[in-house]
């Protein structure tokens, strides 16, 4: 019996990784937003700021569940770059000015006290969508993700197109 829930378990388990297309992909640990926001500008793309704690359940259940399947996912690959701040993480980090700080003083600025907050910006460090605070409805998160990339897109594209030109 335990050898046919074992199988179970394992082919549901391939059923949703093939059904969704993505490979989890943690996102990368930064410390250079100007180096990630350089990279947006290239991409025409958002960049998806993703404001943790090391010992946050609620971060690990967003990563694991949300933002990693996100990540290496066919659907965005392309269309936002993801990165991981952790506020708690090493002190050194540089702004989107080149300037150096601190993740807690950086998160101060943009005004997130609680983890995990998503904040998505242009390639010029300008906030593009609303920002995303905490992960209170598991139900409804993966849409308000999509949402705020989605938002942070149009924005950016719209951006790096002022006259409208298809």
């Given amino acids: 019996m335990r050898n046919v829930t074992a199988l179970l378990i ?16 943690p996102l990368p640990l930064i ?5 990630a926001a350089k990279i947006a ?3 025409r793309a958002p960049l998806f700021v993703a404001f943790t704690l090391k010992r ?24 936002v770059v993801m990165v991981e701040l ?7 980090l540089k702004d989107f000015d080149g300037k150096a700080t601190t993740a807690r003083d950086f998160a101060k600025r943009y005004a ?37 990339i989605e938002a942070g897109l149009a924005k950016t594209r719209a951006a790096a197109n002022p006259a409208g030109v298809k």
Avoid: H, I
């Fill in 10 to 25: 394992l082919a549901c388990a391939g059923v949703v990784t093939f059904a969704t297309g993505a490979a989890a992909e």
């Fill in 31 to 35: 410390n250079d937003l100007e180096a």
């Fill in 41 to 43: 500008r290239e991409q």
């Fill in 56 to 79: 946050c359940p609620y971060c690990n259940t967003a990563r694991r569940e949300y933002w990693a399947p996100m990540n290496g996912s066919d659907r965005w690959r392309g269309k």
């Fill in 86 to 92: 952790m506020m708690d993480g090493p002190p050194a």
């Fill in 112 to 148: 997130v006290s609680s983890a995990p907050t998503v904040l998505v910006f242009d390639g010029d460090g300008v906030l593009a969508a609303q920002p995303l605070v905490g992960l209170a409805s598991v139900d409804f998160y993966g849409a308000y993700l999509e949402q705020a």
